[in-house]
T-cell receptor, first 116, second 111 residues
Framework: KAGVTQTPRYLIKTRGQQVTLSCSPI?????VSWYQQTPGQGLQFLFE???????NKGNFPGRFSGRQFSNSRSEMNVSTLELGDSALYLC???????????????FGEGSRLTVL | GENVEQHPSTLSVQEGDSAVIKCTYS??????FPWYKQELGKRPQLIID?????GEKKDQRIAVTLNKTAKHFSLHITETQPEDSAVYFC??????????FGAGTQVVVTP
């Protein structure tokens, strides 16, 4: 069974640009969560989608958005990039919603974004 | 929303000793508490979890304890080995089901 796949793995952007990151979940998983990881800040929750519906959203500005398609693949978009957006963006899929006992998160390897 | 606090931020232990990481949560509705391990350069992976109706759960050298009254839960690693060196994250869902992670604990096991 293929794991969670994230593309691109690395990308460099300049301030003001926008970026789209993609996540393909494990087959059969309907929940996709996104996290931002920076040194010292741990895993900051961005949003979670379940069956194409945004189930939860974290405390990030409106520049951060996402969506989920009917095949459960998900994308997140960051517009008007700022230097502080440089981070590792992790996507995780699960069978059930993430805050439940059957919602074990399976993480992808992440997309490392550098904003110059 | 849920606020999960994790301590310590770094923990250095000698091989063979025990390591304990503690987390507190704020939402009394939380009922599921997973722990994830992230080795250097790798993705986080679930190592153990506990439901709110259980006080303790063990899996070989790792165990998790939960005190719902005090709203804290802990990870215990016994007989630590070099491969236990990693960052460990605790997590808890808030009443909206949003899984929130602690800031992480860097565990270093020295020979």
């Amino acid at each position: 069974k293929a794991g969670v796949t994230q593309t691109p793995r690395y990308l460099i952007k300049t301030r003001g640009q926008q970026v789209t990151l993609s996540c393909s979940p494990i087959s059969g998983h309907r929940s996709v969560s996104w996290y931002q990881q920076t040194p010292g800040q741990g895993l900051q929750f961005l949003f979670e989608y379940f069956s194409e519906t945004q189930r939860n959203k974290g405390n990030f500005p409106g520049r951060f958005s996402g969506r989920q398609f009917s095949n459960s693949r998900s994308e997140m978009n960051v517009s008007t990039l700022e230097l502080g957006d440089s981070a590792l963006y992790l996507c995780a899929s699960s069978l059930a919603p993430s805050g439940t006992y059957t919602g074990e998160l399976f993480f992808g390897e992440g997309s490392r974004l550098t904003v110059l | 929303g849920e606020n999960v606090e994790q301590h310590p931020s770094t923990l250095s232990v000698q091989e063979g000793d025990s390591a304990v990481i503690k987390c507190t949560y704020s939402d009394s509705a939380s009922n599921y508490f997973p722990w994830y391990k992230q080795e250097l350069g790798k993705r986080p992976q679930l190592i153990i979890d506990i439901r709110s109706n259980v006080g303790e759960k063990k899996d070989q050298r790792i165990a998790v304890t939960l005190n719902k009254t005090a709203k804290h839960f802990s990870l215990h690693i016994t007989e630590t080995q070099p491969e236990d060196s990693a960052v460990y994250f605790c997590a808890a869902p808030d009443s909206w089901g949003k899984l929130q992670f602690g800031a992480g604990t860097q565990v270093v096991v020295t020979p």
